[in-house]
């Protein structure tokens, strides 16, 4: 029988120039054996639109899940997220419950973060920027909402107080010896950072203010601390209005500024809008399902283990919320792209004090928890000490690996004094 005499045959035979890979040219082949071999008549047109179809969306869900799966190495700890999810409904030992959604959600974290960048691919830039904003501190937020749901408010404190110090010592820290370790001098940009710095230490001074007026009353009477929680919700307006201008100012204004040439010839969608927005959501639904687990377990963890609530809100939970920033951020340092390493680092650090904590006050409001800016004393002078110490860092455009390696020794050195730091000296703040 002759391959062009079958008008399905010569269709066919005309496919493979068009073929996108193994698997359709494959099935083509196939198809015009069996044709050959059994003569049959050709299908109708509804069939084979039905087939292609078929077989695009198969492709299409597994290109999904490939570019998915394969951007984090931490998605190798995705099991962890059932085991979490188990562990809490079935009220296994608090420890384990607790270890588990730990591990959980550093791979939601990186799905969250992969799926944000994706996602801000494909609407532009100043919307794209909008939506990196708005979720670059998504498992922060999502953790801190059910911990105030759920009257943990020192959790909440520390673990705001614990994201800035992680920001500003381990992981500048770390950025500055990766990045300076063979080299004389780390270069950035000296116009960026000293803009960024300046806004880290004004919305710093503002944020401490309920603390450091708070610290100066000797009477601690509930009219006292009714007194400090409206002039919290009050400070937070103001921060929220901050962060609103300051998003007008990076994404509008002076958007020129923060534009990395590097990163916008390097970058490739790999995720569609509507695959994106899946992502996006099936991921913080999961952060939000495995932070609940997460909290729930604090009460049994200290009691077994005897760490302080201070010790986990401020160094443990922080890492998760940070890993991705992590990643990034050194990733950017090895490469010498330094400006990258610290718009992302006082980035973020700014969304936690120009965002991230005011909105978890109004929501304390919104749910009847008193949640407030009154931080500790000890975590009020850490906060603004690192602030201060980060400032003086790369205000000037310039520093090296030892710098880099102090700043991680006085992060360790505070992460030990929270491990010893007993509940009790600050129980009557809570």
């Given at each position: 029988m002759d391959d062009t005499a079958h008008p399905r045959l010569r269709k066919l035979a005309k496919s493979p120039a068009r073929m996108n890979g193994p698997l359709e040219m494959n099935t083509a082949a196939g198809e015009r054996e069996s044709l050959l071999r059994e003569g049959s008549p050709e299908p109708r047109e509804t069939n084979c639109s039905s087939w292609k179809h078929a077989l695009f969306l198969r492709k299409s869900v597994l290109c999904v899940v490939k570019s998915t799966l394969g951007c984090s190495y931490t998605n190798l700890l995705l099991p962890f997220v059932f085991l979490g999810i188990i562990a809490g409904r079935q009220g296994w030992n608090d420890s384990i419950a607790f270890a588990f959604n730990f591990l959980a959600i550093f791979p939601l974290a990186a799905l969250l973060s992969f799926a944000t960048e994706e996602l801000a691919k494909s609407v532009g830039k100043t919307v794209g920027g909008l939506i990196n904003a708005t979720f670059g501190n998504a498992v922060e937020m999502i953790v801190g909402i059910t911990a105030v749901r759920q009257g943990e408010i020192s959790i909440v404190q520390s673990s705001m107080v614990g994201s800035i110090l992680s920001g500003n010592l381990l992981i500048l820290g770390s950025s500055l010896f990766c990045g300076g370790f063979a080299?004389?001098?780390?270069?950035?940009?000296?116009?960026?950072?000293?803009?960024?710095?300046?806004?880290?230490?004004?919305?710093?001074?503002?944020?401490?203010?309920?603390?450091?007026?708070?610290?100066?009353?000797?009477?601690?009477?509930?009219?006292?601390?009714?007194?400090?929680?409206?002039?919290?919700?009050?400070?937070?307006?103001?921060?929220?209005?901050?962060?609103?201008?300051?998003?007008?100012?990076?994404?509008?204004?002076?958007?020129?500024?923060?534009?990395?040439?590097?990163?916008?010839?390097?970058?490739?969608?790999?995720?569609?809008?509507?695959?994106?927005?899946?992502?996006?959501?099936?991921?913080?639904?999961?952060?939000?399902?495995?932070?609940?687990?997460?909290?729930?377990?604090?009460?049994?963890?200290?009691?077994?283990?005897?760490?302080?609530?201070?010790?986990?809100?401020?160094?443990?939970?922080?890492?998760?919320?940070?890993?991705?920033?992590?990643?990034?951020?050194?990733?950017?340092?090895?490469?010498?792209?330094?400006?990258?390493?610290?718009?992302?680092?006082?980035?973020?650090?700014?969304?936690?004090?120009?965002?991230?904590?005011?909105?978890?006050?109004?929501?304390?409001?919104?749910?009847?928890?008193?949640?407030?800016?009154?931080?500790?004393?000890?975590?009020?002078?850490?906060?603004?000490?690192?602030?201060?110490?980060?400032?003086?860092?790369?205000?000037?455009?310039?520093?090296?690996?030892?710098?880099?390696?102090?700043?991680?020794?006085?992060?360790?050195?505070?992460?030990?004094?929270?491990?010893?730091?007993?509940?009790?000296?600050?129980?009557?703040?809570?």
């Open positions: 080299k004389d001098a780390v270069i950035f940009n000296v116009d960026v950072s000293g803009i960024l710095s300046s806004l880290m230490v004004v919305s710093s001074a503002t944020l401490i203010i309920p603390s450091v007026l708070y610290s100066t009353i000797s009477s601690k009477t509930a009219d006292v601390e009714a007194s400090i929680l409206s002039l919290s919700r009050a400070a937070s307006v103001v921060l929220l209005a901050f962060y609103l201008v300051y998003l007008y100012f990076q994404l509008k204004s002076h958007a020129e500024l923060f534009i990395d040439d590097e990163v916008e010839e390097d970058s490739q969608r790999l995720l569609g809008p509507l695959s994106a927005s899946v992502v996006l959501i099936l991921a913080t639904l999961g952060v939000t399902v495995c932070s609940d687990g997460l909290v729930d377990s604090v009460d049994g963890l200290v009691e077994r283990w005897h760490v302080s609530r201070a010790f986990l809100g401020l160094i443990v939970v922080p890492i998760v919320g940070n890993a991705g920033e992590f990643n990034t951020v050194i990733n950017s340092s090895l490469k010498g792209n330094m400006d990258l390493a610290i718009g992302v680092i006082v980035g973020s650090t700014l969304q936690i004090a120009l965002f991230v904590s005011p909105f978890l006050v109004m929501c304390g409001l919104a749910l009847g928890q008193p949640m407030s800016l009154r931080y500790s004393p000890f975590e009020t002078v850490v906060f603004f000490l690192s602030v201060i110490v980060m400032d003086c860092l790369i205000r000037g455009g310039r520093s090296n690996y030892y710098e880099g390696s102090l700043l991680i020794g006085m992060y360790l050195i505070i992460a030990i004094a929270y491990f010893v730091h007993p509940d009790a000296i600050d129980a009557h703040l809570v």
